[in-house]
């Protein structure tokens, strides 16, 4: 199942809301990814080599399925170049560049969902280089899976295969060429990525 649209919620963890000095949203602030910027069980990450400062935020991935239902689930990176993201925000810009690059999207394998109430209280982390840098659990969400799913249908027209990004928890960070990133979500899944950057494009004299 293609991948069209990938429904990203921001700040939905308070304290990562916080780490990057922004006011608590009262209703969810979603923003977009395309699909085409999802790789998907891939075990490589290549940043874009206009790149300067892309930090991971791990989070929880929902899929639809064809009757609109999530039976599905990932861990993905919302990759972000925090720099461009950061002078957008100052600027009121779309954040299109910093959040919807090539390979923006690094997503998981997928697992089954059977109830999504049993993944109300689960640990997400990250690691780079086996440091941990991210640590948070699912019930610390602003906005709870009902309620994000709930918000996107009702706003936006939702396809099969969509996948919804429900936020991420503090501790974000750059990414370096040569990296390797763990994720882990409690006793659903595991999934690793070597991260290297992509070479400038050499600029031929013109002969
Ligand atoms: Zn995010």
């Known amino acids: 199942m293609i991948i069209r649209n990938v ?17 608590i949203p009262q209703t969810p602030m979603i923003f977009l990814k395309a699909g085409s910027s999802c790789s998907v069980n891939s075990t490589e990450i290549i940043l874009p080599w206009w790149t300067e ?13 064809q009757y609109m239902t999530i039976v ?20 009121g810009a779309p954040w299109t560049l910093s ?24 640990r997400l982390r990250l690691w780079v ?18 309620k994000l799913i709930e918000y996107i249908k ?16 503090a501790g974000v960070g750059p990414l370096k060429d040569g990296n390797h990133v763990k994720v882990e979500l409690e006793n659903e899944l595991r999934h690793q990525w070597k991260v290297s950057k992509e070479k400038a494009p050499t600029v031929k004299d013109g002969a």
């Open 7 to 23: 429904w990203c919620v921001g700040r939905n963890y308070a304290d990562h809301a916080k780490e990057l000095g922004n006011t």
């Open 53 to 65: 400062e892309v930090h991971h935020e791990v989070e929880i991935a929902l899929k639809f399925s």
């Open 72 to 91: 599905e689930g990932a861990l993905a990176l919302d990759l972000t170049e925090r720099k461009l993201q950061n002078e957008a925000k100052k600027a």
């Open 99 to 122: 959040k919807s690059f090539d390979g923006a999207c690094a997503v998981s394998s997928f697992f089954s969902i059977r109830k999504l109430e049993e993944f109300g209280d689960h």
């Open 129 to 146: 280089n086996d440091e941990l840098r991210q640590d948070g659990r699912t019930s610390q969400m602003l906005f709870g899976f009902e």
């Open 154 to 169: 009702n706003h936006f027209p939702v396809c099969a295969g969509d996948l919804i990004l429900t936020g991420t928890p």
